[in-house]
């Protein structure tokens, strides 16, 4: 750079700057007009003055000394480190050459004016330099430029190119939503809630965004990443439940439907709000003002999603939901047939594949109608059962331990600081700028001001001292160069005084003298060192002076940052009150606290994590399970960032904070479905965990990314910054929940005994009620209870009889008149009817007083109610588990274990009783006296447990060896069957009994007399005056259930069932 070619460019370059006008508020100025000014003089660039003597440096005749040299043509005093970068030295610091210089320019902005019009000038400034360095106007220098609103400026460019891709990224992530919503059936297909859910989180955004503005909180470019967050965490709680609304039963009402799903899904959304709240709640107690305002933003936002989604995209289910009970089209909103329905009907393929859907209400439970989402399916059969072998878990382990260890490392590898040209846009002005300035003038890159402030006597020996050793002492580290780079007004002033002493004879004995002499001959107009010192209002007193040290070989942010600290730290070991400050320090001491500000905010946020999972899934296992996951997961971010060139900075601990709420997300989502099923065996719960969840990940995970790849696109490093540590946490949280979890839980979580034991089969097998049952304190040891009065399943749709039959409920749209009867041949009178309304009504009263008090409830439902006989597969697809009449869940699966264990006990029984039939006529008055009577006169057994219809029908094949039932009887005579067989014969089968009412019992068949006098004329005689001499109907035995009880009539029979009615039980 030391030729002539070059400085006249250089020159050429000066006069276009200050030359360029600006105007501001109708005033026209240039830079002399606007320049800062020292005793009237604006500051010049005096390096330029060196063209006066390039012809004697170019023919070697005139040597440049480093660091200072006087010029012996303009007497200027020429700085070189200043002004010279990457300066070539010989041994006797002769400059040999120079690849760099840097020209400086100051405005004035001591007033509000004249900052604007300075602002104004740095405008045209840049214009100016920008349009002469793109149109080739210099062939010999390459021109980079810079100004104090560079940074700012490249800020708000930043917000601008991340603008045009909201409209692509609401698109992308609509399209996403609605494809992955999609299923092949053409009903239960949900591609507008998928759209949906982003309109909700956009409304959402907007809402929160508003509210924060109005509140006046201020608003930075860095808050345009949140809008990319929160469509993510939106669309991540309308996936968790759409898959709880198919996890539903679709035959169930909507109402129940919605209940059911949001007992499921809100649970885990509530649980990734409060997180996400209290992560970025976090940051609003950060030290740094961009983290407080963007934290602020998104404690807004999250709040408004979370309340969008459980109000607005809830009701959109809701209509969704009635779309689909009334078998609508998910698109075209048309009426179509069930895929079970249009294969009966041939329907073509086309409208199979596009139309058909939804179930049909004759058959609801059609599988070719229900069948399962095909992804769900393959998280449930396929990866749970990868996941469930052992070796498979062996092996997941160890990648994460690989994984924890490639973390581990990284953690070693961060930097700290961020750069300023990080700050830029790739293609700015600036990077090149910030990149020369780091290539040359990195020896001597920062001139530091050391500010004395108190009034002191500076004549005092011992506060020279004071002020010389701590300038020594800054002077010996290894931060600041030698002592001919320090400008020290008191240093330079005391040793002019010793070198003209003897001319000058003056005396600093005294402070008053010290001042004089200091303004007499040393802080005249025109010396430098006059703006190193400052005296009181009277000019009696020094109040503050400085002096100025020179930085030497700073590398890194890391090294700008321990230089920080240690000569803070010499500063405050001085007796002096002494500070050190350089305008770039501001961005020093973010280094100094991004690190313990971001331990401690993932310290707390991990505590406050476990405590939130604790209260939402009260398992301390589990919380500690989430907890080392939330650490894992923030390990790998940390780590796995350093290799990603992401270095430790405010934006960095920005994405840190956040990713503490959104490393729960996933795992809370599998820990929750995990603890809350009721399945026995850990594979069956990871099995079940999975189907629920399975999908939900790895479309929130998916979407999450892809609302964020636009980030990617701007060209920002702030943005980039983002995109990197959300994919990140996004990505590993996914792998935690799929993977790690799963596993983890069923090593050491419920039911992990069976694991290590071996034992665990991976059935479905349900954990038992048994403890819940004996908290209960229920009177009987075995008790089951079905909803009164129907023995079917109660669907939206129909009515299912047990076994198959048909079935209707008393009072419930139909009498059933008897076998062989219809509704106008029945010969039941008014006065009859009449009697059952009146009945009816008693019993509705009846029930309202008992449901007042849960103790009667049960007590009356024990009485109403009795063992159910349920036999047969067709017993676990008919029967679905009901609640008792303590709310508790007893599925089908163990009413058959116990009442098979029951008959089992009374088939012993039995067995012991056989030889008694041949004594028939004393067991029979036994059982007589054993036996009480109603009001009627019916007589009730109470033998064995209290209203137990399953002992009932143990006994019913002894009675019936002496006597017939009435309606077995006229079954009999009406099918041609023999008489039943005499008495100590073995019966051709059991026979098939239905109760009736009291009445149309009476009415039809004449079983039981009709007055109260016949009724007690039966009590006085013996149940052998009853023996059947022929098929003639007698008097049988009742059960007080009110149930329709089934026993197969001989093995292998199929006849159709016969009923006897009995009448209401008091």
């Known amino acids: 750079m030391i030729r002539r070619e070059v400085f006249q460019e250089l020159r050429q370059l000066d006069d276009l700057i200050q030359n360029a006008t600006t105007t501001y508020d109708g005033d026209t100025y240039t830079y002399k007009d606007n320049c800062a000014r020292w005793e009237s003089e604006c500051f010049e660039n005096d390096i330029l003055n060196l063209d006066a003597l390039m012809d004697d440096i170019e023919a070697g005749q005139l040597n440049l000394t480093f660091p200072f040299m006087f010029n012996p043509v303009t007497w200027d005093a020429h700085l070189f480190p200043v002004f010279f970068g990457g300066t070539k030295l010989t041994e006797d610091n002769v400059v040999i050459s120079v690849p760099a210089i840097q020209l400086v320019y100051f405005v004035t902005a001591d007033t509000k004016r004249q900052d604007a019009k300075g602002a104004e000038w740095e405008e045209t400034f840049l214009r100016v330099v920008g349009q002469a360095e793109d149109s080739g106007r210099f062939k010999h220098i390459s021109v980079s430029y810079f100004a104090s609103r560079t940074l700012d400026h490249e800020l708000e460019k930043n917000t601008k190119t991340v603008v045009p891709y909201f409209s692509s990224t609401f698109l992308l992530m609509g399209l996403f939503s609605i494809i992955t919503c999609m299923m092949g059936d053409a009903v239960r297909s949900k591609p507008f809630l998928g759209l949906m859910g982003n309109v909700s989180a956009i409304m959402a955004t907007l809402a929160a965004f508003g509210l924060a503005m109005y509140c006046g909180i201020e608003f930075i470019g860095i808050n345009l990443a949140a809008p990319f967050l929160m469509i993510g965490i939106g669309i991540d709680d309308t996936f968790v439940m759409l898959a709880g609304w198919r ?291 009277d000019e009696t007193q020094i109040i503050a002076s400085r002096f100025l040290i020179q930085a030497v070989n700073i590398t890194d942010t890391n090294h700008e940052k321990e230089m920080v600290r240690d000569l803070r730290k010499i500063c405050k070991d001085s007796p002096l009150n002494a500070s050190i400050f350089h305008p770039y320090f501001v961005f020093f001491d973010q280094f100094e606290l991004v690190r313990p500000v971001s331990l401690q905010a993932m310290v707390i946020g991990a505590v ?38 992401v270095n430790l900075d405010s934006i960095s601990m920005i994405n840190l904070i956040m990713c503490i709420g959104f490393s729960v997300d996933f795992t809370a989502h599998i820990c929750y479905t995990y603890m809350s099923s009721k399945k026995r065996n850990p594979k069956a719960r990871v099995r079940e965990a999975l189907h629920s969840l399975g999908l939900p990940i790895v479309q929130g995970s998916s979407s999450t990314i892809l609302g964020i790849v636009a980030l990617l696109l701007a060209q920002s490093y702030i943005f980039l910054v983002f995109f990197k540590m959300v994919f990140l946490v996004i990505f590993f949280g996914a792998m935690h929940g799929l993977f790690l979890l799963p596993v983890l839980l ?41 909803q009164y009065p129907t023995m079917g399943i109660n669907g939206p749709y129909s009515s299912k009889g047990f076994l198959g039959a048909p079935y209707k409920a008393y009072g419930v749209d139909e009498k059933d008149l008897g076998l062989g009867t219809s509704g106008e041949d029945s010969s039941e009178s008014s006065s009859s009817r009449s009697q059952r309304r009146h009945q009816q009504a008693a019993a509705a009263e009846e029930e309202a007083v008992i449901r007042e008090s849960p103790r009667r409830r049960y007590e009356e439902g024990w009485r109403r109610s009795s063992y159910q006989n349920i036999y047969g597969a067709q017993g676990a697809t008919q029967f679905q588990a009901q609640p008792d009449l303590y709310g508790q869940q007893v599925s089908a699966a163990e009413w058959r274990q116990r009442l098979d264990a029951h008959e089992q006990q009374q088939r012993h029984r039995q067995g012991q009783r056989r030889g008694a039939y041949d004594n028939y006529h004393l067991d029979m008055e036994m059982d007589m006296q054993r036996a009480r009577r109603n009001s009627h006169g019916d007589v009730i057994d109470l033998h064995g447990t209290p209203n137990s219809s399953a002992d009932e029908r143990l006994q019913r094949p002894r009675e019936q060896l002496s006597m017939g039932s009435g309606d077995d009887s006229s079954y009999g005579q009406q099918h041609g069957t023999p008489p039943p067989p005499a008495v100590g014969s073995v019966p051709p089968g059991k026979r098939y009994h239905r109760r009736r009412s009291s009445e149309d019992s009476t009415t039809r068949h004449q079983r039981w007399p009709a007055n109260i006098e016949e009724r007690r004329a039966r009590r006085t005689q013996s149940p052998a005056q009853h023996r059947p001499e022929t098929a003639t109907p007698s008097f049988a035995y009742r059960s007080s259930s009110h149930h329709n009880l089934y026993q197969p009539n001989g093995k292998g029979s199929k006849q159709p069932p016969t009923y006897q009615y009995g009448d209401y039980y008091h």
């Open 746 to 786: 069923s090593l050491f979580g419920p039911g992990s005994c069976l694991t290590w034991t071996g034992r665990d089969d991976g059935s479905d097998e349900e954990v038992n009620d048994s403890l819940d049952e004996r908290q209960l304190e229920k009177p009987f040891s075995q008790s089951y209870y079905m």
């Open 247 to 537: 996890r539903t039963k679709s035959k169930m009402p909507v109402a129940e439907r919605m209940g059911h799903m949001m007992s499921e899904a809100a649970v885990s959304i509530t649980i990734t709000s409060v997180t996400d709240f209290i992560s970025f709640l976090i940051g609003i107690i950060s030290p740094f003002r961009s983290v407080r305002i963007f934290c602020t933003y998104s404690v807004f936002a999250v709040c408004f999603t979370f309340l969008w989604h459980i109000t607005f995209f809830a009701a959109c289910m809701a209509i969704s939901g009635y779309r689909e009970r009334q078998n609508l089209h998910s698109i075209f909103g048309c009426r179509v047939q069930p895929m079970s329905v249009a294969i009966k009907e041939k329907r073509n393929f086309l409208y199979k594949a596009i139309m058909a859907g939804g179930i049909d209400p004759k058959d609801p439970d059609n599988p070719i109608d229900n069948k399962d989402h095909m992804l769900m399916a393959f998280f449930k059969d396929k990866l749970a059962a990868v996941i469930n072998n052992k070796w498979c878990k062996g092996i997941i382990i160890l990648a994460f331990a690989t994984y924890l260890v490639g973390a581990c490392y990284g953690i070693t590898q961060i930097k700290e600081g961020l750069e300023r040209r990080k700050l830029s846009r790739e293609d700015s002005y600036s990077v090149e700028f910030f990149d020369r300035e780091d290539d040359y003038y990195r020896e001597f890159p920062y001139r530091m001001q050391v500010i004395i402030a108190g009034p002191l006597n500076y004549s005092d020996p011992i506060v020279q001292e004071q002020v010389e050793n701590l300038t020594s002492t800054l002077e010996h580290t290894s931060y600041v160069t030698s002592r001919r780079y320090t400008e020290s007004w008191l240093r330079s002033f005391l040793s002019f005084l010793d070198r003209n002493n003897e001319l000058l004879n003056v005396t600093v004995d005294d402070e008053q003298t010290f001042i004089e002499a200091v303004k007499e001959h040393w802080l005249f107009p025109g010396n430098p060192f006059s703006l190193d010192v400052r005296f009181n209002d």
């Open 608 to 645: 406050i994590m476990m405590i939130i999972s604790f209260i939402f899934i009260p398992n301390i296992l589990c919380s500690l399970w989430v907890a080392f996951s939330v650490i894992s997961i923030e390990l790998g971010v940390a780590g796995y960032m350093a290799l990603w060139d």
